[in-house]
């Protein structure tokens, strides 16, 4: 079953082309690596698929919704963290889960549940009563990425998720990530990490508004002759500079 669905995807800013004529799809709970150098388009193609943008032309299907016309539909089944803004700082922790718990429409019930559920599965109940701003880089994005699946959606969107925490914060975020794809909640998650690259089911590398490359790690290495995915990173963006 397929949680996204994207067929000759196209995104036009008068002349400029940011996507271009994209395909692929994402199982449910499958990790999915959205990958590319900036300006390379995978903003742009987020942003439709998160209902916040129309696409020029092309068919997508979010959660079995359609980014033209069920934009509603898909806000309600995804959630979404980014690196840049995802907490409120100056609000405590439980002040945070107050708020994000109205914007999704849960009832009191509903959030006492979840947010006894979110604190289980961080193995951490003291942050409660802190203030966001207060606490490491590291906690406040797993409290963000927690929040991110506070009203049980089916696909969260990941943009950058790790930025600027150090290598063991990284891998414990990414056991976090496992365990919720397992779960049946798919993950899509774009990252400038190539190393997280490899923690992915499947990945994509965009350059210039078109998808270069699709496939698991592994068979993308063998495809390319190299050890690593940021090996094939560096070929694609070599190859479309010589063009």
Known sequence: ???IEVHNL??????????????FDVSQGEIF???????????????????????????AKVAGYDVYRQKD?????????????????????NENIDFFSALYGLSRKEKNIRRDEMFSRLGNTETKSQLVK???????QKISFSLALLHQPKIVF?????????????????????KTAAEGITMFV??????EA?????????SEGCIEVLGAPKEICEAYHVDTVEDVFIKVATERRKE
């Open 198 to 206: 490899e923690y992915c089911h499947r990945l994509s590398i965009m």
């Open 190 to 195: 774009t990252t400038h990490y190539m190393d």
């Open 73 to 93: 539909h898909i806000k309600q089944n995804i959630g979404y963290m980014s690196q840049k803004f995802s907490l409120y700082e100056d609000l405590t922790v």
């Open 10 to 23: 196209v995104k036009k800013f008068g002349d400029f082309v940011a996507v271009n004529n994209i395909s």
């Open 1 to 3: 079953m397929n949680s």
């Open 33 to 59: 690596g959205f990958l590319g150098a900036n300006g390379a388009g995978k903003t742009t193609a987020i942003r439709m698929l998160c209902g916040l943008l129309d696409p020029t032309s092309g068919i």
């Open 158 to 178: 990941l943009d950058e998720p790790t930025g600027g925490v150090d290598p063991v914060t990284r891998r414990q975020f990414w056991e976090l990530i496992n």
């Open 134 to 140: 207060s606490l490491p880089l590291g906690w406040r």
